[in-house]
């Protein structure tokens, strides 16, 4: 029986998803009700109730289950010993692998029409945030596994400078493709990030 219900709740939380994508889009996210999320569903609204308190945890909670699959691809996705060669020969940890990025992405493509509604449906950029963190992670993990060892300071840049430039670099290039329709291919896409790996910001320019 708790198979049975576990399932039946799976499907009214994707009617619920899918309602709250559609509503966005159509009347924005500061404009729907629960009502109107329950009638798009097909559900009533205590049906609503049980799995969500108001509009605000249903975001918060698909956004973190949209995050909890990310995190899950780039992790499983990631080699332990990828490796990159830098400008100068050096070859380093590989955080952002082609195969691991490519993998999100397609789950991003696959599923744009909600990252479009959330990335519409407000103005803290609760999603980039969150991708940034998830990028963080996946720094430290690959880190580890390669053996690095922590530093206070990259090439005289303190450590909370220099992960924030890695993973602005790469949080950006996705969060644009996003906002701009995912009008490329996943594979597009790593290869602009692959060119930024061994790029030096000032060399884009020239």
Same mark, same amino acid.
């Given at each position: /029986? ?47 109730? /049980? ?88 720094? /430290? ?66």
């Amino acid at each position: /029986m708790a198979s049975v219900t576990g399932k039946r709740n799976t499907q009214t939380e994707a009617k619920i998803k899918a309602a709250f994508t559609t509503l966005v889009q159509s009347k924005g996210f500061d404009a729907l009700t629960v009502s109107d999320i329950a009638r798009t569903a097909g559900i009533n609204r205590g049906t609503f109730y /049980m799995h969500y308190v108001d509009k605000f945890d249903l975001r918060r909670q698909l956004i973190d289950d949209t995050i909890d699959d990310l995190t899950e691809i780039l992790i499983k996705n990631a080699e332990p010993d990828g490796q990159v060669t830098t400008r100068t020969g050096r070859a380093i940890c590989d955080a952002f692998q082609t195969r691991a990025i490519a993998e999100a992405l397609r789950y991003v493509k696959d599923d744009y029409a909600f990252f479009d509604a959330v990335s519409r449906s407000g103005n803290d950029m609760q999603l980039y945030d969150r991708l940034k963190e998830v990028l963080k992670k996946l720094i /430290m993990t690959q880190a580890k596994r390669f053996g690095a060892e922590p530093q206070s300071s990259y090439n005289g840049i303190p450590a909370d400078y220099a992960m924030e430039i890695l993973v602005s670099a790469v949080s950006s290039i996705i969060w644009l493709w996003i906002r701009r329709g995912c009008k490329e291919s996943p594979d597009e896409i790593c290869l602009i990030i692959e060119k930024n790996k061994v790029t030096a910001p000032i060399d884009v320019l020239w």
